[in-house]
């Protein structure tokens, strides 16, 4: 997919917000406060939600690094689509002029992006069993005795 695909399938913010939408809240629209799954939109906002039952109102970013900015969701859509699409990495300087803001908002959207791309460490099992380094030593410098000369190198019997 080449970014003029991209603009065809998203082409304004009522498509990226569903597109959000459909990713964050695969199982159904739910507070992101209490995590009630029952609330109803907001006729005179778009893409607000009302809480049916702490009646607090949210949106699709709440709770997410998208949620205090004022960039529309398209320009976060296309960071993440260069992000991903770029093989080695990319610039904040560069990001910021493809998509027109400051290389310091591109700086903290690029934190927030990889942010959001990290599995975390809940879903990483731990390590178990018998762990193999390649020689490694742990401990370090032996203590100080009188008259006691220490051996140097790999023929030591370091832990």
Known sequence: MDIDA?????????ACRKFFETILWKHGRSCPRCLNMKS??????KGVYECAHCKRQFTVTCQT???????????WLLAMFLMVS???GISSISLGKWIGISQESAWKMGHSIRKMMDVGDELLPALNGIVELDEKYVGGKPRYQKGVVHPRGKATKKE
Do not use: A, Q
């Open 40 to 45: 109803y939109p907001l006729k005179s906002r």
């Open 6 to 14: 991209l603009r065809k399938r998203f082409p304004n913010e009522e």
């Open 65 to 75: 690094p998208m949620h205090s900015t004022k960039l529309p969701l398209w320009k």
């Open 86 to 88: 770029s093989s080695k």
